[in-house]
């Protein structure tokens, strides 16, 4: 047999056959001669140092007794067809060496003649183990490279992350020869996976489903939450049962591999190769299998992180379509209110015009408000001033800003409050905002003339907060991604309600600030919605009343000065009017120097001033009249669109009392005015 039809063979288990100090030399190369009829005649002294044998052992034919058993007949055959042919032979066989190891090696042997016959076979064995070794693992480097290759060229074009999966489970499956391969990425609880796709052969059923790791036995588990492979021959005899032989059972597994991959310390993705008989895989399919799990999940990252791309493109793109479509909403009844003021002197159609106006600019404000608080929030720019406050309290003030809303609508509002004075440590403001959001929400998506409950209960540590409503309800599939930045009811579900989809997500971030959950409940379209929201109580009780369970002060305007710098001329004449009739006396400024030669003429108790003015900048106005003795009582309030965090740190390092954020509710405005007053008092 020739030497290309000879397999490499594996080394057994026993003494090391790489040379080191201690360890004997056995010779790689040794002669060898047998007479005319192939027998050996005389001593061999590199047989005797590569087998250990004697001449007595392995004279004549006797050193057929050193070949592996499996070579022995083929060799002894070969051998004897080229003494009887008197040509050059080549042998390749395995041969024992002394320390017990089976060694592949080639015989060369080549016929001495005297007078035209053979008198002697001269040759010399060469252990060829190494070399068979090394071009052995070339090929399967080869063949390894080649499979990752066609791997790469058939999902390079895939867009979707299930398709990358299920093309690479088909793809391994098949160049191992296995019953099923299954590709699982891992939940965050490192626990649970889900195979959402795999290949098997034909008449196997799929193992497709959602799984927990824990079903797999406890060396299984650990392994691969360790990021070490699971690699098992036979189920039945190496685990047993309880060590996860059952569930292996269950899905028709008797062998597997898996190789799990971890990133920053977590179990993220598997990939499995069953088979359905016991079978003993070689370090080089675990390998691949390896290859494989960790370059298919870059791709599977890749086309994941590329899909999110491109849907937040279309989220976006259809964001700034609603915004468009939701900032002009309002302006239509406005513009058409202020010609109705024009045309229609007599009281009650100016009083409907102003009613118009009034409503819709609070709700531009709303949305308006609500971006820009995600985009702090999300900024980090937003810090919550956390104080004692009942949740009665917050519960009230909340209804009282739903409740244009509700009215509008013709809902019935039922509110049932806590019997027992439950405390939270809070941002009073923003625990408002989420409920009223809830409370806007649900009038805004129920039918005309619907029901709207508005409850709180302790439960434990926590306090517990529902908004009920028997509105258009949420479809099953849409019900995880309503708490999304900018993420909607499909218009045929909304029924054409509008709005910028930021509202529930501005209510979950406030909401987790505080250290609490929120989650939406609905048994589908036109079943009504329950969102609950919990938030922690505060530790200790408290029977002083905050700054927001009191109401503002009652204090009159009297002959209070206000000066009012603001360079809208709209903007600066209406303010002026407005404080007018609230019974202040008013001086107004167009731009910076303005404001400091009014200020002197006019000695105002209360600035409202705008940042952004010409000439100079309100903050500089506001340095100025701080650095002016005459000045150093005067109350100073920022009028401004301006609303970040930062921006509220720069108003009060240049010295302002207090920063209205445009534009102003009447109640706002009056609360800062009350203050000044009660400060000058």
Known sequence: MLESDVQPSGLPAGPATHATASAPHFPATFVWSADHQGQVRRPLPGLEDFTGLSFAQYGGDGWLDALHPDDRVRVARAWQSGVQTCGTVELAYRLRRRDGAWRDVVAHAAAMQQDGRVCEWVGVCVDVTASLRDEAALRHSEERLRFLDRLGQATRHQTDANAVMEVTARLLGEALGATRCAYADVDADSNRFTIRSDWSMTGIESSAGVYSLELFGPRATASLRRGEHLVVGDVDA????????RMFNAIGIKAIICCGLVKDGRLVAMMAVHQSQPRQWTAREVSLVQDVVERSWAHIERVRDSAML???????DEFLATLAHELRNP??????????????????AQARA????DRQVSQMARLIDDLLDLSRINQGLIQLQREPVRLRTL?????ETARPAIETARHELVVQLPDEDLMLLADPARIIQVIGNLLNNAAKYTPDGGRIELAARRSGDKAVLEVVDNGIGIPPDQQDRLFQMFSQLDPQASRGKGGLGV?????????????????????????????TVDLPLAEQRTSATSRHDAGGAEAGAGSRRVLVVEDNKDGLETLLALLDMLGYEVAGA???????????????DIVLLDLGLPVMDGLEVARALRADEAFADVFIAALTGWGAEADRRRTAEAGFDAHLTKPVELAALEDVLARSTARAD
């Open 238 to 245: 190496e685990l047993g049962d309880e060590g996860g032989a």
């Open 354 to 357: 102003q009613g118009v106006i």
């Open 310 to 316: 491109r849907e937040q493109d279309r989220r976006k």
């Open 503 to 531: 509202g529930l997500a501005l209510v979950r971030t406030l909401v987790q600030m505080h250290g609490g959950g929120v989650r939406v409940h609905s048994d589908g379209q036109d079943e009504g919605t329950r969102v």
């Open 590 to 604: 167009g731009d910076g120097r303005e404001a400091l030669e009014q200020a002197r003429r006019f000695r105002p």
């Open 331 to 348: 302006l239509a009844p406005i513009k058409y209110a202020v010609s109705m003021l024009r045309l229609a002197p007599e009281p009650q």
């Open 395 to 399: 519960l009230e003030r909340a209804v």
